[in-house]
């Protein structure tokens, strides 16, 4: 087969063109970076609500996953929203969503408030974030360029991921709690002016939307997320309940989506084996990784004491192993293939998630330290699988794809930080801390076995390794 590098000429194009879409490229690396800090920043100040609220590590859950349910269920129907209105326009959108929601939870006085905030935030982050991602793929078609720029773009957010606790915990010192939704709303404004004027023009496809699909994903993620919860707060008969509910529920899901005529995801998008093992990456990536900060930062700070500033520099050689690793990461995929980044950044993760597992049955942070900076390694997967769930999906179908990918990142997220804090509530600090940790690093020895599958079945497509 002809490979697409040389199939197609690009020529250099003008000063000023390149300058400006690299700039439109730093505001959609930045987008997907904001995405992840407010993923994550609000680890660093769980015992803070806690202390400021009242409630519990379930609690404490909740203002994790009220953010990572709806931003996984809305994906797939943003996506389609980018193609059908233009990615562009979507994305901006997404931005003044995300802004006015952020200084919501900034002005919540209570838990109801707070977790509705975040809901909100988490539809804002749905809608702008496969539209970042589809208008990264219009800026750069050459395969080549376009994985190094996929390598800017994941690697920001990765970086993003990483520094949350560390600018949460500077912001709690300096400013309390509402400061890490407060930051957003300025950062918010900025990015989005930004695409708003450099972004690719819109180019609209025809594309149905389908509310009662999302609707029914939504309610189908929320309750089985809330048995997850529930079983570990030791409440066997609700999480039953909860459970049980949220299978019907997806059972409904799945009809629904059967006999429509334009399901949220139709089938060329799911034909290749090697898209499919790319949303088992994307799963696995987030359950490892959100499982870890969750439960690190609440046992730092509850534990072992760390202050919340202490417990944001605790992170800190991880980020510091992220920004190297991010930084290489395109580059490596782009001469490499995606395999070599992708199998040293699950391996990498999971070997720092055992470390974690065993610092915390020795009751030692400095070894948990340690095993967080393993855990930056991820960096390197995350580019790379973009790349490869990308370049096998349908072009037709880049929000949908995008929306797809990112939807099994967070649905991953929420399943994990539900099952490991359900884990670490009902073990305690020591057992179930270790007991978390190992499941994590499973985790990523399945996301070893997934990227092997996802690069295998990529080379029957036409791609290159």
Known sequence: MTSPHLAVRHHPLPRSDRRRRTTALVALAL????????????????????????????????????YAVPFAACMLTAGAVGDRHGHRRTCVTGFALFGL??????????????????????????????ASLAMVTELYADPRERARALGIWGGVATLGFAAGPLVGGILLTVAGWPAIFWINVPLAALIGGTIALLGPADRPRPRRIHPL?????????????????????AYPATAAVLL???????????????????????ADVLATSAFRWSLANGFLFNFA????????????????????????????????????????????????????????????AGVGATAIAVGGLLGSPAVIIIGLAGTGLCALAMPAMTSVALEVAPARHAGLASGSLNTARQIGGAVGVAILGALLNAGGERTGFATALAVSAVACGFGLVSTVRATAARRHTGGEE
Do not use: K
Not at 40 to 61: P, Y
């Open 31 to 66: 987008a997907f970076g904001l995405v992840q800090l407010d993923a994550t920043i609000v680890n660093v100040a769980l015992q803070s609500l806690r202390a400021g609220l009242g409630g519990g590590v379930d609690a404490a859950q909740w203002v994790i996953d009220a």
């Open 289 to 348: 990784l959100y499982g870890v900060l969750l439960c690190v930062s609440l046992a730092l700070q509850s534990a072992y004491r760390f202050s919340a500033l202490a417990g944001g520099l605790a992170v800190l050689p991880m980020a510091l192993v992220v920004a190297v690793a991010a930084t290489i990461s395109g580059l490596l995929a782009a001469t490499f293939g995606p395999r070599r980044p992708m199998l040293v950044g699950f391996g990498g």
């Open 244 to 266: 049980i509910g949220g299978a019907a529920t997806g059972v409904a899901f799945v009809g629904v989506e059967r006999r429509s005529a334009h399901p949220l995801l139709p």
């Open 101 to 130: 929601a952020s200084a919501a939870a900034a002005l919540a006085g209570g838990w109801p408030l707070l977790i509705a905030a975040r809901a909100f935030q988490g539809i804002g982050a749905a809608i702008m974030l496969p």
């Open 213 to 233: 699909g999302t609707a029914l994903g939504m309610l189908a993620l929320a309750l089985l997320t809330a048995g997850i919860i529930e079983a570990g707060d």
